[in-house]
């Protein structure tokens, strides 16, 4: 072999060589993940949806399962073709499953009623309780509320993200925060006028309650120096507002939001009370039919369906919120832009919300069925008392019960009311009838009554 041909040889192994080094090179940039990552991350929805697939077992398995790989989940792709996530989800994955961060970065948990057993759980890291402070903000002063002042906080603190959402939020704007949460309506008043609260946070049966609470001990709305109220956790009405603005001499706006969306602040109302301005820098909304699951076209009424797009903690893709509303993205006189929901008007699921906290009827029936004395058969009656919802519990007991003292009958009646407080956290009058007492029926079951009004 002349010494050429052995030059020629080498430049073409050495060209060769060269040639897949550059290929691989250029094969592994194009599929790299996580530079097509950091491309799409710069997208919050493709952020929020690689966070979840990434990070949450869940939604590996979910996504995989529909066909739907991380290369699809894109800008570009189609939310639509995205599965949903619902409540009994969460509750599967009870208490920590769902979350995208280990647990040394959640910083905090709050927790909501689940369907039957197990709450959801809510987790936040650093960066979600600060964005939640800002959407807080964000809400109050659209309600012209401003730094200095003095925000009384009736929502109930605890594991129910109303009273802490509210809270740092306030702080977050530079107001005076009164932490008082709910009930005890002497003190409210007496505290609102002493301390000279200028804002109100708490649910809108419980702002009538306190207007009516007033007017019985001779206060005038103008003796009151509040300006602004933010009244959400349940459905409320336009007629409500009227009323509660007559009685504490405030605007009354609406505030809309979720546990698992974080809490209060996925949706707000301006002065203007022309629907609620939904956060679309941190959700994005649509409204689906609750039976085809196919999107609406806007302004129709259906069931509303978020994805998280900023939450770390807890991404979440589509969830049903089961709540029953349109959306219009025409601008408000206000001068926002974002798109905003009207007041829900019911919910495509059994859930009840009294007094501002979620009730499932099943939940009620695990604790009755789990008690010997009571029978099958029960119902459940809710009314509104003033402006107060009230919860009765219907429950059909043997004849022998009723051979007991009354001492014993009342010992037993307290005992149940206690077991249901147990689970639900609020007040029931329980009510035993005799057997066959309660009316049978020969399709579905009616267990539910509810004599409020329609809203
Ligand atoms: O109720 C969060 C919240 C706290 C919102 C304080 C506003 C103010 P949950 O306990 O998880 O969270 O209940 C969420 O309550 O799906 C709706 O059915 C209902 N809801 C919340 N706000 C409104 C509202 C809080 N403004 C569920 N109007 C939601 C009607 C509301 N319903």
Redesign the pocket.
């Known amino acids: 072999m002349s010494a050429e041909t052995i030059v020629v040889m080498l430049a073409v192994i050495y060209g060769l060589l060269i040639g897949s080094f550059v290929n691989a090179w250029a094969y592994r940039l194009a599929n790299d993940k996580s530079i097509v990552r950091q491309k799409r991350s710069v997208c919050p929805k493709c952020g929020a949806q690689i966070r979840a697939y990434d990070n949450i077992p869940f939604y590996r398995k979910k996504l995989d399962d529909a066909g739907v790989a991380p290369e699809a989940v894109s800008c570009h792709g189609d939310v639509a073709d995205l599965p949903f996530t619902t409540k009994i989800d969460l509750r599967d994955h009870y208490p920590f499953g769902m979350f995208a961060r280990p647990r040394d970065q959640i910083v905090r948990v709050h927790a909501?009623?689940g369907t039957t057993g197990n709450p959801?759980t809510v987790g936040y890291t650093r960066a979600d309780i600060d964005t939640w402070g800002d959407l807080i903000a964000r809400t109050l002063a659209a309600g012209g509320v401003k730094p200095g002042d003095l925000l009384q906080n009736a929502?109930g603190y605890g594991l129910?993200?109303?009273g802490l959402?509210?809270h740092f939020g306030a702080e977050r704007l530079g107001c005076t925060v009164v932490p008082i949460s709910g009930g005890n309506t002497e003190r409210q008043l007496k505290i609102m006028r002493d301390f000279g609260a200028t804002a109100l946070?708490c649910?809108?049966s419980y702002a009538m309650y306190l207007g009516d609470a007033a007017r019985d001990r001779g206060l005038r709305p103008e003796d009151l120096p509040i300006r602004v109220g933010?009244?959400?956790?349940?459905?409320?009405t336009n007629e409500l507002r009227l009323q509660i603005e007559a009685a504490l001499g405030i605007e009354a706006l609406?505030?809309?939001?979720?546990?698992?969306m974080g809490?209060?602040?996925?949706?707000f109302e301006c002065l203007c009370k022309a629907g609620?301005h939904i956060n679309e820098d941190h959700y994005m909304a649509e409204v689906i039919d609750p039976e085809t699951l196919r999107p609406l076209p806007e302004g129709e009424v259906g069931e509303?369906v978020f994805t998280t797009l900023s939450r770390e903690a807890q991404p979440l893709i589509r969830y049903r919120?089961?709540?029953l509303c349109s959306i219009t993205s025409e601008p408000c006189a206000c001068g926002r832009t974002s798109a905003r929901m009207s007041?829900?008007i019911g919910?495509s699921d059994d859930?009840l919300?009294i007094r501002?906290?979620?009730v499932f009827p099943s939940q009620i029936e695990e604790v009755l069925m789990s008690i010997p004395e009571i029978e099958p058969h029960y119902q459940i009656v809710v009314d509104r008392k003033g402006y107060l919802d009230i919860i009765e519990v219907w429950v059909e007991v043997g004849e022998d019960i009723f051979a007991e003292t009354m001492g014993d009958l009342e010992r037993f009646q307290r005992g149940v009311q206690a077991q249901i407080y147990n689970v639900l956290n609020i007040q029931v009058a329980v009510k035993l009838k005799e057997p066959k007492a309660i009316r049978r029926s020969e399709g579905k079951a009616v267990r539910v009554v509810d004599k409020r009004k329609a809203l």
Do not use: C, Q
Request: glycine letters at 16%.
């Open positions: 909501s009623s959801t929502y129910f993200t109303g959402g509210l946070a649910t809108p933010f009244h959400g956790a349940e459905p409320w609406d505030i809309y939001g979720l546990s698992e809490g209060p602040g996925v949706a609620m509303l919120t089961r709540d007041k829900p919910r859930m919300i501002g906290v979620n």
